[in-house]
């Protein structure tokens, strides 16, 4: 991502986005782009309005009622109208994540990156900030970088799963989730019994009721136990990749 | 959609220098600052003097000694403020060019410091006008308010370029060693090393273009791409440097520094020797205005040659009462000639400047540290001046009559008498 927005240079290879290559065409690059960093930090004596006149005017955007008609579509966008005026030091958390997809938002990007935009933040908000980003990905790109599984059910329609620097898959989630499918199961174990399961089999989850335990597995299939075949969910599919095959480039 | 920096041309640099300026001018810190400065110039504008020269000159120092670890340090966490905040991926994704927010950062920093410079000024300007009901003389605030703004321009920018390109506020401590260094080594450091003496203005102000400059090219260069940088900062990086070395070997070429160089001219007026009864040695030094003076350029005068120190309260006391001498007895042919012994070669105008004086105020542009009053300048080694203040009396062939020295220059009726025991013994 940091390479994507022209921040990290690349040891090797390149990228185009929008047709410009990130090595060379970097200010064309960040023309095109909007980016929410996963920590960012904001000037807490500025306003909110203040804090997006200032990117806007990072971002060139030189006639101040233009400026103005963006930040206030921006605002609106991202449901900060209220607080327009309030210092960013007196904000909570989930305003200062609107906030910084608010700037985001201010050259109306054809591509939008944003990096792990829901952690941290309480589940209202969370959903949220998931609502926006969807509602964003009906008329441009959004790339969205996320160890949140539920995020990108909830909201990606292609998904690039990423180990090590290498692409481990990509396609829709229904394609990431049918890649493990038939090979999820749902074993009933005693608490001595839990150790032998996970030594042999790779566990994606786990809920206790009483004295029964619900272990989750992947497997091609379970010896001697009995076990029963469920639908996977996205974190079936994700940790299902993760011991799969050796990555692609 | 559209692009929007194709569609919206390129912001200007006032409105983002505007906009890096008000991030810190909304913080508690700076408001207490500008108070703090308010108050500290309240103090300084208390100065002594009929005039504001003093309290100019003592405002002006004050700025450039101690406001200028206040900007060494501002601008040094200037320069951080983004790795420090968390904000640097945020701002540097967006296509504003590097130089362009470089500069930016540093003008609306800068402007920051100006209106602590302001606060100090206006304070003492204020007190000056209350404690003393005049304003006499406080054209005085102005040259000594730009001196400051140039000090403190070359030791914000170099503590911002170093701080930036080092990525830490560290790197612009160093600006704060330079300046005790200075402070601290005037017995070993020649004068072409003060940033804060008028001499030097040019040079230093030549040398905080070049890191202005220096920042704005060589910071994140690989940020750029393909891209070119601007026009303005290929060349404010060598022509800066190239001003302020030629500027700097202008003032040791024309100066006198033991140090460093000595001319020929200092050398020769430092050998003569005042007696009473002898001819009175010779100078030719400049005026507040710039001409040159000699005592030879007023025949049949009664010189009151007055030797001080343009920075201190006895040196702007005895200016007062040479003043008030030639009020009186100007129209009787006596001539008062001040003669500024200080390393600054704009402290003698300025004094002269704030205290409404029209005789001539020399500045002695040898003078240099040193612990004996006599071996601070050329012309007070030729005096053999034992302790500042020191008048001597001529009569009207130049011959030297009185030598008076401390108090007893601006205090007391010993000039005075002097002076009319003159003109009693040679009227016109």
């Known amino acids: 991502m940091s390479m994507l927005t022209t921040l990290l240079e690349p040891t090797r290879g390149t990228a185009r986005v929008g047709g410009h290559d990130i090595r060379r065409e970097k200010h064309q690059v960040r023309s095109l782009l909007g980016y929410l960093p996963q920590d960012f930090g904001l000037y807490p004596s500025l306003s909110v309005f203040e804090t997006l006149d200032y990117i806007g005017l990072l971002y060139n955007i030189k006639d101040t009622a233009e400026r103005t008609r963006r930040i206030e579509d921006a605002m609106a966008r991202v449901n900060l109208m209220d607080v327009r005026d309030r210092a960013i030091a007196h904000l909570s958390g989930g305003m200062r994540q609107r906030v910084g997809l608010a700037q985001a938002l201010l050259n109306e990007p054809r591509l939008l990156i944003v990096d792990e935009p829901t952690a941290g933040l309480d589940p209202e908000e969370r959903i949220r900030v998931r609502s926006m980003l969807t509602e964003l990905g009906q008329d441009r790109v959004v790339i969205l970088s996320t160890h949140l599984i539920e995020d990108v059910a909830a909201i990606a329609d292609t998904v690039a799963v990423l180990h090590e620097g290498r692409i481990r898959f990509t396609g829709t989630p229904d394609d990431m989730r049918t890649a493990v499918r038939g090979r999820v199961w749902e074993v009933q174990a005693t608490g001595p019994e839990l150790a032998a399961i996970r030594g042999q089999y790779v566990e994606t989850a786990l809920q206790r009721t009483g004295d029964h335990i619900t272990v989750r597995i992947i497997a091609d299939q379970v010896d001697g136990r009995e076990a029963t075949p469920v639908e996977p969910t996205m974190d079936d599919a994700y940790i299902g990749l993760m011991h799969a095959a050796p990555a692609t480039n | ?428």
């Open chain 2, 1 to 428: 959609m559209t692009d929007a920096s194709s569609a919206s041309g390129r912001a200007p640099l006032y409105a983002l220098a505007r906009a890096e300026a008000r991030i810190a001018l909304g913080g508690t810190a700076q408001r207490v600052a500008v108070f703090a400065a308010l108050l500290a110039g309240w103090f300084l504008g208390r100065a002594g003097g009929g005039g504001a020269g003093l309290a100019a000159i003592t405002t002006g120092d004050a700025a450039c000694t101690y406001l200028a670890f206040v900007a060494v340090y501002f601008l040094s966490m200037t320069a951080a403020r983004d790795t420090a905040l968390g904000a640097t991926a945020m701002v540097w994704s967006k296509p504003q060019t590097t130089e362009r927010l470089v500069a930016a950062r540093y003008v609306g920093a800068y402007l920051q410091l100006l209106l602590l410079l302001s606060a100090l000024f206006f304070g003492a300007l204020i007190s000056r006008w209350l404690h003393s009901g005049t304003l006499m003389g406080a054209t005085a605030f102005v040259t000594q308010f730009g001196r400051a703004a140039i000090v403190l321009f070359f030791a914000s920018s170099a503590a911002y370029a170093l701080a930036l390109i080092a990525d830490t506020p560290l790197a612009g401590a160093l600006v704060g060693l330079y300046w005790v260094v200075t402070m601290a080594g005037q017995a070993f450091l020649a004068k072409v090393y003060y940033p804060y003496y008028t001499q030097n203005l040019l040079a230093f102000a030549a040398l905080g273009l070049f890191f202005v400059g220096f920042a704005a090219r060589f910071y994140r260069p690989s940020r750029r791409g393909l891209s070119v940088p601007a026009l303005w900062c290929r060349v404010l990086p060598p022509a800066g440097l190239a001003i302020a070395l030629w500027a700097s070997w202008i003032t040791v070429r024309d100066g006198h520094d033991p140090l460093m160089r000595e001319s020929p001219l200092m050398a020769e007026i430092a050998r003569q020797d005042a007696v009473v009864e002898g001819v009175a040695p010779g100078f030719l030094l400049p005026d507040q205005h710039g001409r040159l003076f000699s005592l030879a350029d007023a025949p049949g005068k009664v010189f009151v040659v007055g030797l001080l120190d343009p920075h201190s309260e006895e040196g702007a006391l005895l200016l007062g009462r040479m003043r008030a001498l030639h009020r009186a007895y100007g129209r009787f042919g006596v001539l008062p000639v001040a003669v500024c012994i200080s390393n600054d070669t704009g402290a003698g105008a300025t004094l002269a400047r704030g205290e409404g004086v029209r005789f001539p105020v020399l500045t002695d542009w040898g003078s240099h540290h040193a612990p004996r009053a006599a071996d601070a300048s050329p012309v007070a080694g030729a005096y053999r001046v034992t302790d500042m203040p020191f008048v001597v009396v001529t009569d009207r062939r130049r011959r030297i009559r009185d030598m008076i020295e401390g108090i007893s220059t601006y205090d007391g009726p010993r000039l005075l008498q002097s002076v009319l025991q003159r003109i009693a013994e040679e009227p016109r």
